[in-house]
């Protein structure tokens, strides 16, 4: 089994920060890649930004500059630092491994965590 989980998130006022982290657990051989989607209301998941097992980073164009992935391999761990966040950047954040496990390479997702940007 492995264990997604997200922590973090919040109501949060426009032009704040928050931060989010997410660890991986349980029985596997490797990670690669981990990311963070969001889904708003009334809208699709979409990619915020991913980071694989090397450093390789990839963001949204709406949150470039804005945001910042970050990775802790040996915790098996990924953080998410937004600042000058907006009322856009609503929405329920999940996390996101690439996991190798029983020989095969699996996609896991967190519960989701929802951020607030309101005054």
């Known amino acids: 089994q492995v264990q997604i989980v997200e922590s973090g998130g919040g109501l949060v006022q426009p032009g704040g920060s928050l931060s989010l982290s997410c660890a991986a657990s349980?029985?596997?051989?490797?990670?690669?890649?981990m990311g963070w989607y969001r889904q708003g209301p009334g809208k699709q998941r979409e990619l915020v930004a991913s980071?694989?097992?090397?450093?390789?980073?990839d963001y949204a164009d709406s949150v470039k500059g804005r945001f910042t992935i970050s990775r802790d391999n040996a915790k098996n761990t990924v953080y998410l630092q937004m600042n000058s966040l907006n009322p856009e950047d609503t929405a329920v954040y999940y996390c996101?491994?690439?996991?190798?496990?029983?020989?095969?390479?699996?996609?896991?997702w967190g519960q989701g965590t929802q951020v607030t940007v309101s005054s």
């Open positions: 996101n491994a690439d996991v190798y496990r029983d020989y095969r390479w699996g996609d896991y």
């Open positions: 349980g029985s596997f051989f490797r990670i690669y890649a």
């Open positions: 980071i694989t097992s090397r450093g390789s980073r």
